[in-house]
């Protein structure tokens, strides 16, 4: 079969007498963007909170203008991270459930950006994902029974000091996009944010 590429470069289809089978990209950045991105909005956020310790001003809106633009442009950087991976798994959803596709979704490793993309699709495909014990049995499917390091991702352990460059807010990004997920439709779970 022939092969043909849209102009983006972001889809491969293989087009002929057989199935169509479509390459798409993500554009998810790699553990080492994430982690970067995650240090720079902790570092702001404790600038801010230390500015407002040292003016003996609890509340944001008081700190330092300065410090509030700078968190903003990091909190902003995150929250593209986060659409990111929403939009990635919302074209999952609709392969599956609009055009009745098969989806194989792969990250280079197998065990960071696959199970944020596949198990938010099962959240949102699966009711059973958004009651209290079907959320634990998603975790244990998607992200423990598939390998991921949380350990060396997360810091724990032995891990904590002696490889930082593992570290990686995979898990944190996954929990924000569930987060997400809830404002916009807490009618569809059995749990709120503060599971």
Not at 23 to 39: S, T
Not at 148 to 163: I, N, V, W, Y
Request: proline fraction near 4%.
């Amino acid at each position: 079969p022939e092969s043909s590429q849209d102009p983006t470069g972001k889809t491969n289809r293989t087009v002929g007498n057989g199935p169509i089978c479509e390459l798409v990209f993500a554009d998810i950045e790699n553990i080492h963007v994430q982690r970067r991105c995650f240090r720079e909005l902790l570092n702001g956020c404790n600038e801010v909170n230390d500015n407002a310790n040292s003016q003996n001003e609890l509340e944001l809106g008081n700190a330092d203008l300065s410090t509030n633009e700078t968190l903003s442009a990091q909190a902003l950087s995150w929250l593209k991270h986060i659409s990111s991976i929403l939009t990635a798994a919302r074209g999952v959803v609709a392969a599956m459930r609009l055009h009745h596709r098969s989806v194989l979704v792969h990250c280079s490793d197998g065990w960071d950006r696959t199970p944020q993309i596949t198990s938010l699709a099962s959240l949102l495909l699966d009711p059973y994902y958004r009651t209290i014990k079907g959320f634990g049995v998603l975790i244990e499917k998607e992200w423990l029974s598939f390998g991921h390091a949380f350990a060396e991702r997360l810091g724990h352990g032995k891990h904590k000091l002696r490889d930082t460059i593992h570290l990686s807010p995979v898990f944190y990004q996954w929990i924000d996009c569930v987060w997400q997920i809830i404002e916009q439709l807490p009618q569809h779970f059995e749990f709120d944010g503060r599971l």
